[in-house]
């Protein structure tokens, strides 16, 4: 492998470090204008977007903290869009788009966008950002179908790169073709967002390069790479040699379909590190496949985490990540293969990595998370506007166990994203929230438990609706590591409690009426160590919590709690805890 050479200028170090820091400042600034000048709620407050700075090669920099989907694709998506667009056919104020899933992030409602940045006639720079669109056309609502979609054409609009603003101005022909093509104007909004933030990013990196002189800020940002290549090689060489296996399954494809196997070997080698996914099962027809940007993305974040989990991501960290995955598995589909609800795999590339890595760094990895239920209600006519209506109604679980922490409560990983308030989905859909809480002893046992999962129940207001629904761990749980056990599987329910209540599949379109209420539950994150370990005053903390009944306290941790008032009985748990085998007290040394 070839070593990212700096180049030959002599970089005074508080300029250095200033540039960096006014590079990182600048992708978050970013963040902040397309966040802050969205229109809908998946960029507007589910943070479904990422944002990123590179240099005229087109070597990714610099990055905002967003999504590691997105992150992780960016330095080989700008590469390829700018096959089509040399040096030379952009000037100041254009904008490349491109959503194509085999360029992209693996699905159509991910738009990039592209910016160069000119210092005079000297290309310095580019400012890149990309936006979670709620919805590019296609057969449902929010183009994440998974049921009844074999190929691309069938999920959206697609748009190989494609010039959208020339000189500041949009190209009003492109986006009266989106706007024909998707269900909410929404979209629209979304682009000129996204245009915005990087007029933002370009104003800074112009600033930046005036300042220090195109020579020096180039130097700057090439050092940057060199710097960070030399500390991953670092953490690399820390690491044991050799080649570890892992494996996982995703629950099926749809009702009445196999489930996907996952098949991980992950080898530490001298320079760097191999993710290979032989043995991983087939593409599929249906609409999750993970084209293999995607699939280094999140390869990639689960890495990284463990590698340098504090360092800023750019090309010279990535580059010392090789993906493999045979082409016509699940994980690198044959171009024109449907992948539209592709984030319900991203928890299990993600985790079959991680999986591997605990065999590496057991320290310094975490158990399966809960995951997210992720559905769309969407319906012809709101009565409170008279038009039609789309809303994204995610419910995000916890995260798993750590060998040192507890794993968070309703927090998503590997992904950034939120629980989108409820305010906010009631104002953009015909729905009330009735309920929105942690299930009681739903997380992974462990000495230290996996985040509990989430309970989330809608009740639509309109009379007629769809539900879009995309989520996984319906089958096979959570995992937990050394002796922690696994979180509870995940479910979505209609009706529940009342003569019509019925179990829906993880991943369908289902008709919905006036006063039908969606009860979606997330799974329960992994536990990490034997449950006998956990600390007797953490578990009196969750019962007292609500989180982990007397029965569970007794019957798994081994800790006995009167109940009134809520207490540990000493004496019974000693007797308890002098039951527990002697191969878990050897964790416990």
């Given at each position: 492998?070839?070593?990212?050479?700096?180049?030959?200028?002599?970089?005074?170090?508080?300029?250095?470090?200033?540039?960096?820091?006014?590079?990182?400042?600048?992708?978050?600034?970013?963040?902040?204008?397309?966040?802050?000048?969205?229109?809908?709620?998946?960029?507007?407050?589910?943070?479904?977007?990422?944002?990123?700075?590179?240099?005229?090669?087109?070597?990714?920099?610099?990055?905002?903290?967003?999504?590691?989907?997105?992150?992780?694709?960016?330095?080989?998506?700008?590469?390829?869009?700018?096959?089509?667009?040399?040096?030379?056919?952009?000037?100041?104020?254009?904008?490349?788009?491109?959503?194509?899933?085999?360029?992209?992030?693996?699905?159509?409602?991910?738009?990039?966008?592209?910016?160069?940045?000119?210092?005079?006639?000297?290309?310095?720079?580019?400012?890149?950002?990309?936006?979670?669109?709620?919805d590019v056309g296609g057969s449902a609502p929010g183009s994440e179908e998974v049921v009844g979609v074999r190929e691309t054409c069938q999920e959206g609009i697609r748009f190989l790169p494609t010039l959208l603003f020339r000189?500041?101005?949009?190209?009003?022909?492109?986006?009266?073709?989106?706007?024909?093509?998707?269900?909410?104007?929404?979209?629209?909004?979304?682009?000129?967002?996204?245009?915005?933030?990087?007029?933002?990013?370009?104003?800074?990196?112009?600033?930046?390069?005036?300042?220090?002189?195109?020579?020096?800020?180039?130097?700057?940002?090439?050092?940057?790479?060199?710097?960070?290549?030399?500390?991953?090689?670092?953490?690399?060489?820390?690491?044991?040699?050799?080649?570890?296996?892992?494996?996982?399954?995703?629950?099926?494809?749809?009702?009445?379909?196999?489930?996907?196997?996952?098949?991980?070997?992950?080898?530490?080698?001298?320079?760097?590190?191999?993710?290979?996914?032989?043995?991983?099962?087939?593409?599929?027809?249906?609409?999750?496949?993970?084209?293999?940007?995607?699939?280094?993305?999140?390869?990639?974040?689960?890495?990284?985490?463990?590698?340098?989990?504090?360092?800023?991501?750019?090309?010279?960290?990535?580059?010392?990540?090789?993906?493999?995955?045979?082409?016509?598995?699940?994980?690198?589909?044959?171009?024109?293969?449907?992948?539209?609800?592709?984030?319900?795999?991203?928890?299990?590339?993600?985790?079959?990595?991680?999986?591997?890595?605990?065999?590496?760094?057991?320290?310094?990895?975490?158990?399966?998370?809960?995951?997210?239920?992720?559905?769309?209600?969407?319906?012809?006519?709101?009565?409170?506007?008279?038009?039609?209506?789309?809303?994204?109604?995610?419910?995000?679980?916890?995260?798993?166990?750590?060998?040192?922490?507890?794993?968070?409560?309703?927090?998503?990983?590997?992904?950034?994203?939120?629980?989108?308030?409820?305010?906010?989905?009631?104002?953009?859909?015909?729905?009330?929230?009735?309920?929105?809480?942690?299930?009681?002893?739903?997380?992974?046992?462990?000495?230290?438990?996996?985040?509990?999962?989430?309970?989330?129940?809608?009740?639509?207001?309109?009379?007629?609706?769809?539900?879009?629904?995309?989520?996984?761990?319906?089958?096979?749980?959570?995992?937990?590591?050394?002796?922690?056990?696994?979180g509870i599987c995940a479910a979505t329910v209609l009706n529940p409690d009342t003569p019509e209540e019925r179990y829906l599949h993880s991943k369908g379109t289902y008709a919905l009426k006036k006063g039908d209420v969606l009860?979606?539950?997330?799974?329960?994150?992994?536990?990490?160590?034997?449950?006998?370990?956990?600390?007797?005053?953490?578990?009196?903390?969750?019962?007292?919590?609500?989180?982990?009944?007397?029965?569970?306290?007794?019957?798994?941790?081994?800790?006995?709690?009167?109940?009134?008032?809520?207490?540990?009985?000493?004496?019974?748990?000693?007797?308890?805890?002098?039951?527990?085998?002697?191969?878990?007290?050897?964790?416990?040394?």
């Open positions: 492998m070839s070593s990212i050479e700096p180049l030959d200028t002599t970089i005074d170090p508080v300029t250095f470090s200033v540039v960096w820091g006014g590079l990182l400042s600048t992708a978050a600034e970013m963040g902040s204008t397309l966040l802050r000048t969205a229109y809908s709620m998946t960029v507007r407050e589910g943070s479904d977007f990422s944002t990123g700075v590179f240099d005229a090669e087109g070597n990714m920099v610099a990055q905002g903290d967003y999504s590691p989907g997105h992150l992780g694709s960016m330095a080989f998506t700008v590469r390829q869009m700018l096959d089509y667009y040399p040096v030379g056919s952009l000037g100041p104020g254009d904008a490349v788009i491109c959503n194509d899933p085999t360029i992209g992030s693996g699905h159509l409602p991910d738009f990039f966008m592209v910016t160069p940045v000119y210092l005079g006639e000297r290309l310095v720079g580019y400012a890149v950002n990309i936006a979670h669109h709620i000189n500041g101005e949009p190209n009003r022909e492109i986006l009266r073709i989106v706007e024909a093509n998707v269900r909410v104007k929404d979209v629209i909004g979304d682009l000129h967002a996204q245009f915005a933030a990087n007029m933002v990013g370009a104003n800074r990196i112009r600033a930046l390069a005036e300042q220090y002189g195109p020579e020096q800020f180039a130097a700057c940002m090439r050092q940057i790479l060199v710097q960070s290549q030399e500390a991953m090689l670092a953490a690399i060489d820390e690491l044991p040699k050799g080649t570890y296996h892992f494996s996982d399954k995703l629950d099926d494809v749809g009702p009445g379909t196999e489930p996907v196997h996952m098949q991980m070997a992950l080898t530490i080698a001298e320079d760097r590190i191999i993710c290979d996914f032989e043995g991983t099962g087939p593409q599929r027809e249906a609409g999750m496949n993970a084209y293999m940007q995607y699939t280094r993305s999140y390869c990639i974040a689960a890495v990284k985490s463990v590698t340098l989990p504090r360092a800023p991501q750019n090309f010279g960290i990535i580059r010392c990540i090789e993906i493999r995955a045979p082409q016509g598995s699940f994980v690198n589909p044959r171009p024109g293969a449907a992948s539209g609800a592709r984030a319900v795999t991203a928890n299990r590339i993600y985790e079959v990595v991680m999986g591997a890595l605990a065999q590496v760094v057991p320290g310094r990895v975490i158990t399966a998370s809960s995951g997210f239920c992720n559905p769309k209600v969407s319906g012809a006519v709101s009565p409170f506007t008279g038009k039609p209506f789309l809303a994204w109604m995610s419910a995000v679980g916890g995260v798993g166990a750590h060998r040192h922490r507890d794993g968070q409560e309703a927090t998503t990983s590997p992904t950034n994203g939120t629980n989108t308030p409820v305010e906010v989905q009631e104002m953009n859909a015909p729905v009330f929230i009735e309920r929105m809480e942690l299930i009681p002893d739903s997380a992974g046992a462990g000495r230290f438990r996996g985040g509990m999962a989430l309970r989330k129940d809608l009740r639509l207001v309109a009379d007629v609706g769809l539900v879009t629904n995309l989520g996984d761990r319906y089958e096979n749980q959570p995992y937990g590591l050394e002796g922690g056990l696994s009860s979606m539950r997330t799974a329960g994150a992994g536990g990490f160590g034997a449950p006998q370990l956990r600390d007797p005053a953490r578990v009196l903390g969750d019962v007292r919590a609500g989180l982990v009944s007397i029965e569970a306290a007794r019957d798994i941790y081994a800790v006995a709690i009167r109940p009134a008032p809520v207490a540990i009985d000493e004496a019974a748990t000693a007797k308890l805890r002098a039951a527990t085998s002697p191969s878990v007290l050897e964790q416990a040394n």
